[in-house]
């Protein structure tokens, strides 16, 4: 099994946990590779030395027995998404950043966590992603695993055609529209009014952004249909945003959104539920009464 590993520079990287998790892969003789990123912070905050040969640039390299592990807050594992060469590989997400709704580990344990990650003791759940394609200036990957949003650029109001297997659904006229799997429900989605799911339910969302209509709500969607998206924009700028990429969009464009066949692995080391997360990272629920 090999371990890889993945940080972006911009995390706050706290030199003890990063001295703890070194010193276990070595201690438990566990191979890894790293990114250039990451193996530039590791070398300048603890002083060592990482082979070149262990070093990975823009995608990593692993079978499907090897486990990537993160280091930051949701956004870094959401970069790290895109980078899996494996759909079969686990990914664990180390939080050391604010929210770290998708990262699970809170990093104060790593020791332990490497240990049950050479055990192959840790549970996990299988997450759908949204595949895109269409009209789009440089896509570089058709995967997101939140959401994906149409939004303006500039001051005036956009138009969305939306349609559901050929069926239109309706019309948005407002800021934009996202289109979100339940994992990303918790997401952009929620900051828009959208519903929130359980990450294992079979449906895709759509959210309206400040639409200019009284009536428009969110509506849950199946995830075995294709949704199709015509962009009417009147000479406004218009930006893509797929989880942490975005991508320019022109008058006209149409976008072809459906269920990916590929999923994530996504560990969940102190089988958390979804429930708990809600209430401990969303205060869901919490009474400032009590």
């Given at each position: 099994m090999?371990?890889?590993?993945?940080?972006?520079?911009?995390?706050?990287?706290?030199?003890?946990?990063?001295?703890?998790?070194?010193?276990?892969?070595?201690?438990?003789?566990?191979?890894?590779?790293?990114?250039?990123?990451?193996?530039?912070?590791?070398?300048?905050?603890?002083?060592?030395d990482?082979?070149?040969?262990?070093?990975?640039?823009?995608?990593?390299?692993g079978s499907?027995?090897?486990?990537?592990?993160?280091y930051?807050?949701?956004?870094?594992?959401?970069?790290?998404?895109?980078?899996?060469?494996?759909s079969e590989?686990?990914?664990?997400?180390?939080?050391?950043?604010?929210?770290?709704?998708?990262?699970?580990?809170?990093g104060?344990?790593?020791?332990?966590?490497?240990?049950?990650i050479?055990?192959?003791?840790?549970?996990?759940?299988?997450?759908?992603?949204?595949h895109?394609?269409?009209?789009?200036?440089?896509?570089?990957?058709?995967?997101?695993?939140?959401?994906?949003?149409l939004?303006?650029?500039?001051?005036?109001?956009?138009?969305?055609?939306?349609?559901?297997?050929?069926?239109?659904v309706?019309?948005?006229?407002g800021?934009g529209?996202?289109?979100?799997?339940p994992?990303?429900?918790?997401?952009?989605?929620?900051?828009?009014?959208?519903?929130?799911?359980?990450?294992?339910?079979?449906c895709?969302?759509l959210?309206?952004?400040?639409?200019?209509?009284l009536?428009?709500?969110?509506?849950?969607?199946?995830?075995?249909?294709?949704?199709?998206?015509?962009?009417?924009s009147?000479?406004?700028?218009?930006?893509?945003?797929?989880?942490?990429?975005?991508?320019?969009?022109?008058?006209?464009?149409?976008?072809?959104?459906?269920?990916?066949?590929?999923?994530?692995?996504?560990?969940?080391?102190?089988?958390?539920?979804?429930y708990?997360?809600?209430?401990e990272?969303?205060?869901?629920?919490?009474?400032?009464?009590?």
């Amino acid at each position: 099994m090999n371990i890889i590993l993945f940080s972006r520079k911009q995390v706050n990287h706290r030199p003890e946990q990063l001295r703890e998790l070194f010193a276990t892969l070595a201690r438990l003789g566990i191979d890894y590779s790293i990114n250039e990123d990451f193996a530039s912070v590791v070398k300048q905050l603890i002083d060592l030395d990482i082979a070149p040969e262990r070093v990975y640039g823009a995608r990593a390299v692993g079978s499907d027995d090897d486990v990537m592990v993160t280091y930051g807050g949701d956004g870094t594992l959401l970069d790290a998404v895109q980078l899996l060469p494996s759909s079969e590989i686990l990914v664990v997400g180390i939080n050391c950043g604010r929210l770290g709704y998708l990262t699970a580990d809170n990093g104060d344990g790593i020791a332990d966590l490497i240990e049950r990650i050479a055990r192959g003791d840790i549970a996990y759940q299988r997450r759908d992603m949204i595949h895109i394609e269409g009209d789009i200036d440089g896509l570089d990957s058709p995967l997101a695993l939140n959401e994906i949003a149409l939004h303006r650029g500039g001051a005036s109001m956009i138009s969305i055609e939306t349609f559901v297997d050929d069926k239109r659904v309706a019309t948005y006229h407002g800021d934009g529209l996202v289109v979100s799997t339940p994992t990303g429900s918790t997401a952009y989605s929620l900051s828009a009014g959208g519903p929130v799911v359980d990450p294992m339910c079979n449906c895709l969302i759509l959210s309206p952004l400040a639409p200019h209509n009284l009536t428009m709500r969110p509506v849950v969607v199946p995830n075995n249909i294709t949704i199709r998206l015509h962009l009417l924009s009147r000479g406004s700028e218009v930006m893509l945003s797929a989880d942490n990429r975005t991508y320019r969009l022109q008058d006209g464009a149409t976008i072809i959104v459906r269920r990916a066949e590929r999923q994530l692995k996504l560990a969940t080391p102190h089988n958390n539920t979804f429930y708990d997360a809600l209430r401990e990272k969303m205060m869901w629920g919490v009474d400032s009464r009590q």
